[in-house]
T-cell receptor, first 112, second 115 residues
Framework: NAGVTQTPKFRVLKTGQSMTLLCAQD?????MYWYRQDPGMGLRLIHY???????AKGEVPDGYNVSRLKKQNFLLGLESAAPSQTSVYFC???????????FGDGTRLSIL | GENVEQHPSTLSVQEGDSAVIKCTYS??????FPWYKQELGKGPQLIID?????GEKKDQRIAVTLNKTAKHFSLHITETQPEDSAVYFC??????????????FGAGTRLAVHP
């Protein structure tokens, strides 16, 4: 009954460091998404995937990369972290693009 | 680009009153409109959704209305309770290349229900 699981839940990085955020879903969903949430700006789509082995850019893709090597996993990478990437990151999954999305509980990332 | 505007950004009501949150969208081809509730420290949770072939949908104290002509949709919460306090997001589907769809979210409404 896990749904969408994100790891880690919290992380502090220094400028220039790299890291990977992990997202796993156990609902056999085709679509997966990475969003960032900043105060007053709602949820902005970073990258998404419509199936295993596919990725596409969302609204704010710069500075991030993603991979979907397995259907159940969607990884978000920051190659060289910048303070502007301090945010709460949410992963979601769904059967299709106009179907309900199921969200994880987020990763709170601070970059100093 | 396509966008979704949500109003108000904050809403304060007394317990038992009704609350209404409104959203407008720009893409006339949008056909799916979900509403999410986000509690502190949690991810958004779907509370109700509506598709473009329906004008209204109700689930207990929550209802959503859709006006396709005006391109706006609204969330109505009746008999509000303190546990309704949260941030609410609306969203609208838009088409992308390859025949796929994705969601565009509004900026959110922080609802506070006072006992």
């Amino acid at each position: 009954n896990a749904g969408v699981t994100q790891t880690p839940k919290f992380r502090v990085l220094k400028t220039g460091q790299s890291m990977t955020l992990l997202c796993a879903q156990d609902m056999n969903h085709e679509y997966m998404y990475w969003y960032r949430q900043d105060p007053g700006m709602g949820l902005r789509l970073i990258h998404y995937s419509v199936g295993e082995g596919t990725t596409a850019k969302g609204e704010v893709p710069d500075g991030y990369n993603v991979s979907r090597l397995k259907k159940q996993n969607f990884l978000l990478g920051l190659e060289s972290a910048a303070p502007s990437q301090t945010s709460v990151y949410f992963c979601a999954s769904s059967w299709g693009g106009n179907q309900p999305q199921h969200f994880g509980d987020g990763t709170r990332l601070s970059i100093l | 680009g396509e966008n979704v505007e949500q109003h108000p950004s904050t809403l304060s009501v007394q317990e038992g009153d009704s609350a209404v949150i409104k959203c407008t969208y720009s893409d006339s081809a949008s056909n799916y409109f979900p509403w999410y509730k986000q509690e502190l420290g949690k991810g958004p949770q779907l509370i109700i959704d509506i598709r473009s072939n329906v004008g209204e949908k109700k689930d207990q104290r929550i209802a959503v209305t859709l006006n396709k002509t005006a391109k706006h949709f609204s969330l109505h919460i009746t008999e509000t309770q303190p546990e309704d306090s949260a941030v609410y997001f609306c969203a609208a589907s838009i088409g992308v290349s390859g025949g796929y769809n994705k969601l565009i979210f509004g900026a959110g409404t922080r609802l506070a229900v006072h006992p």
